[in-house]
């Protein structure tokens, strides 16, 4: 097939459309062209998974606006449906791939589940298919791994047995559907036409601006948009160390700095998360290394990100001391586990490093998450017998919650706030409030907000 007859179907909806990998990316680009109209398979290796997205039911568990209901309305339309099975793609136009690209331990990309996904797909690939992977993916990955691999898997050449490019994705969990429709995309294709035949594709679901470029300049703009991300929130969290040592409010420094025109200041905080921004950086840095290229600010601001539950950490042990207690025989409170709020994904969690961190110095602790299954449940009786709290995660039932009952609860007042939920309240009724970003007496020991009775 023809890369201008595979376009001629897209464009009336009759190409057959399927998706690898069902997850926080996968689903929803999955609902999505189902919505618009496409018959669309999904194909996903764990069979619970399978099992509940059959059934309407969405494995996604934090708050996602309208994706249950979508999932529902297109199985039950039978535009969409899930398998185990590669053999199924056999009839397939288009194949999208959205699996996860983890960095190891050396901070070397690793492409297990990306390889496994193209060995299968190559050998039952329909002739003439489009496969455009949205993975996160380091430069020149299309060109050395993606592409050998798909010819030698399916026994195709480029743009004679199959047409292939990079359609990075641009979602956020708590958003997905929303950024899906509204959020730009950059859209890399091997061929001038190839790309184009992706915007058409690309068009039936996204409103925003479609940028048809090649595989390498999508790669680097992906990568290169959470390296910018990761750089500047680096830059606010060694800010909010300097106002906590010379005796500032980070808070309202950020505040100020954003006035001036062409400022704009990233949020300081716990700890950086998830599966893009702890590990796009080194797919970044991954692309030049047989370069003689020297990073500097990129490794640099890896380590200050990595570094905040650790200083979390410190500011735990502090206020702890502040009040003759020490970390040692503790109980802990952790609130929240999830990496981001409102949201169930635990990968790359800044808490978790924190919760390992605390029991190797020797505390007892306690999780609370309200989205994260194993760590629901009251928060207030969660806190009973806990020495202290730590604020790892803004959900909003922390935000809403009577403080005053959580303090309470625990057997000391004190709470280490590392996402500003409390510090900067007016009514917070504590006696022993710890922020980060806040000022440090001079003396290396922090100071502890103590906010007036009412």
Known sequence: MSISILREKINKKEARLAVIGLGYVGLPVACE?????????????????????????????GKEPGLTELLKEVIGQRRLRATTDYAELKDRDVILIDVETPVDKNNIPQYAALRAALRSLG??????????????????????????????????????????????ERVMP???????????????GM?????????????????????PTDCITAELVKTTENAYRDVQIAFANEVALICEAVGGDVWKVRELVNKSPGRQMHLPGAGVGGHCIPKDPWLLAYGVKDKDVLLRVIPAAR??????????????????????????GSQIL????????????????????????????????????PFVSGYQGDLIEAARG??????????????QMDVRRLAAALRRPIIVDGRNVYTTKPDV??????????????????????????
């Open 174 to 188: 708590g958003k997905l559907l929303a950024n899906l429709r509204n959020v730009s995309r950059v859209v890399g």
């Open 386 to 399: 806990c020495d202290a709290a730590v604020v790892m995660v803004r959900h909003q039932a922390y935000v």
């Open 303 to 328: 380590a200050v990100n990595d570094a905040m539950p650790l200083h979390v950490a410190e500011l735990l042990q502090q206020a702890l001391r502040s009040v003759g207690c020490d970390l040692p």
């Open 33 to 61: 062209f189902a919505r618009a109209g496409f018959d669309v398979l999904g194909v996903e290796i764990q069979p619970e998974r399978v099992k509940k997205i059959n059934a309407g039911v969405s494995p996604i568990e």
């Open 429 to 454: 009724d504590l006696t022993w409030v710890l922020g980060l970003g806040l000022s440090k007496k001079g003396d290396g020991e922090y100071n502890i907000r103590v906010a007036e009775k009412k």
């Open 123 to 168: 050998a039952v690939l329909k002739p003439g298919a489009l496969v455009i992977v949205e993975s996160t993916i380091a430069p020149r990955t299309m060109s050395d791994v993606v592409l050998p691999l798909l010819e030698e898997s399916s026994g195709y050449k480029l743009n004679a047995g199959f047409y292939l490019g990079n359609c990075p």
């Open 334 to 369: 952790v609130m929240g586990y999830a990496y981001l709020e409102e949201s169930d994904d635990t990968r790359n969690s800044p808490s978790e490093v924190l919760v390992e961190h605390l029991r190797k110095k020797g505390a007892a602790v306690v999780v609370h998450d």
């Open 191 to 211: 061929t001038p036409e190839t790309a184009e035949t992706m915007l058409a594709l690309y068009r039936h679901v996204v409103q925003a601006d479609l940028d």
